[in-house]
């Protein structure tokens, strides 16, 4: 259960957040979330490894790789060549001992599968997790988080009108869209696209709900239900002036760190997004990602 702040007025709204990054294990965030059913499932199974994917700015692998590590697990992470960089996510994952694989872009998927194969060939058991924790365990954990939220609201005796927090895989915008269905409430979940865009981003979102409802379950609702913005993919972050400085004003404000892939993106699609809406309850979700902001305070010095 992490904590839900109250941040007060904020351009016309009230706002709160969800400190994920709060989660205490690893520096937190969604992947920490994500991770924790995930290795439920490999100590109820016989795994000996594990084997999964993601950039050098990966979240979720850095925590994996964590978790493989005080577990006493082997962690293999197939990383795609293209995107290297000396981040403080990679840096940790060598410390928590992780096998990089690297592969070309167009060969990840090969990849995983000769890995997978080799390992089973040799004797071990691996256990493969999806890039960012993506699957229906992914979207449980989610589901979970919008539940704590409903308590939340419940002892605050507020309504959150509003919803937003930054969407990569879509698991975590499924797990919350599954738990707003499951309850039947009234909200606008908005996923703040970092890097997928329409339609491919919004679908990938769809077919998560789906995976987890069931088929039998009205379509209908689900579309009108999935909201996937992919307004501030392309040129921003990463050298956005705009994002660095929305970074700059909320660690300066509440003194919370914001990244330039992620929550910062996500934080500064919110403020464009409610331009024109007033007096409603917003709640942001921060989902994690603060090594990353020590890589963009290193980027900037
Ligand atoms: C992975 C990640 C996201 C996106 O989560 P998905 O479930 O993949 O959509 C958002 N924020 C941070 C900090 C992340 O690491």
């Given at each position: 259960?992490?904590?839900i702040?109250?941040?007060g007025i904020y351009?016309?709204?009230?706002?709160w957040?969800k400190?994920e990054?709060l989660?205490p294990?690893?520096?937190?965030?969604?992947?920490?979330?994500?991770a924790q059913?995930f290795f439920?499932?490999?100590?109820?199974?016989d795994?000996?490894?594990?084997?999964?994917y993601?950039t050098?700015?990966?979240?979720h692998?850095?925590?994996?790789?964590?978790e493989?590590?005080?577990?006493?697990?082997?962690c293999?992470?197939?990383?795609?060549?293209e995107?290297e960089?000396?981040?403080?996510?990679?840096?940790?994952m060598?410390?928590f001992?992780?096998?990089?694989?690297y592969?070309?872009l167009?060969?990840?998927?090969n990849?995983?599968?000769d890995?997978?194969?080799e390992l089973?060939q040799?004797g071990y058991?691996?256990?493969?997790i999806e890039g960012g924790?993506?699957?229906?365990?992914?979207?449980?954990?989610?589901?979970?988080?919008?539940h704590?939220?409903?308590?939340?609201?419940?002892k605050?005796?507020?309504h959150f009108?509003?919803?937003?927090f930054a969407?990569?895989?879509?698991?975590?915008q499924?797990g919350?869209?599954?738990?707003?269905?499951l309850c039947?409430?009234?909200?606008?979940?908005i996923g703040i696209?970092i890097?997928?865009?329409?339609?491919?981003?919004r679908?990938?979102v769809m077919?998560s709900?789906?995976?987890?409802l069931?088929?039998?379950?009205?379509?209908?609702?689900i579309?009108?239900t999935?909201?996937?913005?992919?307004d501030y993919?392309?040129g921003?972050?990463?050298?956005?002036f705009?994002?660095?400085?929305?970074?700059?004003?909320?660690?300066?404000?509440?003194?919370?760190?914001l990244?330039d892939?992620?929550?910062?993106?996500?934080?500064?699609?919110?403020t464009?997004?409610l331009?024109?809406v007033s007096?409603?309850?917003?709640?942001?979700?921060?989902?994690?990602?603060?090594?990353?902001?020590?890589?963009?305070?290193?980027?900037?010095?």
């Amino acid at each position: 259960m992490t904590i839900i702040q109250d941040l007060g007025i904020y351009k016309n709204n009230h706002l709160w957040i969800k400190r994920e990054d709060l989660i205490p294990f690893s520096f937190g965030g969604n992947k920490a979330r994500k991770a924790q059913l995930f290795f439920q499932e490999i100590e109820k199974g016989d795994f000996d490894c594990v084997v999964t994917y993601g950039t050098s700015n990966s979240n979720h692998c850095r925590v994996i790789a964590n978790e493989c590590c005080r577990r006493g697990k082997k962690c293999y992470i197939i990383s795609p060549e293209e995107c290297e960089s000396d981040t403080f996510n990679r840096q940790m994952m060598s410390l928590f001992r992780a096998k990089i694989i690297y592969s070309s872009l167009d060969r990840v998927h090969n990849t995983i599968e000769d890995t997978l194969n080799e390992l089973k060939q040799l004797g071990y058991k691996p256990y493969f997790i999806e890039g960012g924790g993506h699957g229906n365990i992914g979207t449980k954990a989610y589901v979970m988080c919008y539940h704590e939220i409903k308590k939340e609201e419940e002892k605050l005796g507020i309504h959150f009108d509003y919803i937003f927090f930054a969407t990569g895989t879509g698991t975590t915008q499924a797990g919350l869209i599954c738990g707003q269905l499951l309850c039947g409430d009234q909200r606008q979940i908005i996923g703040i696209s970092i890097a997928r865009k329409n339609p491919r981003g919004r679908t990938v979102v769809m077919e998560s709900v789906k995976s987890f409802l069931g088929n039998e379950y009205d379509a209908n609702i689900i579309e009108e239900t999935t909201i996937f913005v992919d307004d501030y993919t392309d040129g921003y972050g990463t050298s956005d002036f705009r994002v660095d400085s929305i970074i700059d004003e909320v660690l300066i404000r509440f003194g919370i760190p914001l990244d330039d892939v992620y929550t910062g993106k996500a934080f500064f699609g919110m403020t464009e997004y409610l331009k024109n809406v007033s007096n409603k309850n917003i709640l942001f979700i921060h989902t994690g990602g603060t090594p990353l902001f020590f890589d963009s305070l290193r980027r900037r010095k």
